[in-house]
């Protein structure tokens, strides 16, 4: 299992975070989501034989949010 953390400025609400929280943890090889909303902050622990980063960064932006 690796984590991979990420910044999403967009995320201001509950809402938001709940969002992207139910959809990452949908994908293939996701584990676990956890989003900070103070900090905007994103840790995702993910099997890398399943997926990786990129793909993860990818889904998030296809959501309509900018992740750092
Ligand atoms: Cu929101």
Redesign the pocket.
């Known amino acids: 299992m690796e984590t991979a953390t990420f910044n999403i400025p967009s995320?201001?609400?509950?809402?938001?975070?709940n969002?992207i929280q139910e959809s990452v943890k949908s994908l293939k090889g996701v584990k676990n989501v956890s989003v900070d909303l103070k900090s905007q902050q994103v840790n995702i622990d993910y099997n890398p034989d399943n997926i990786g980063p990129q793909e993860i960064k990818k889904h998030i932006s296809q959501m309509g949010y900018e992740v750092i």
């Not at 995320?11 to 975070?17: F, G």
Request: glycine letters at 0%.
């Open positions: 995320i201001s609400c509950s809402a938001c975070s969002k």
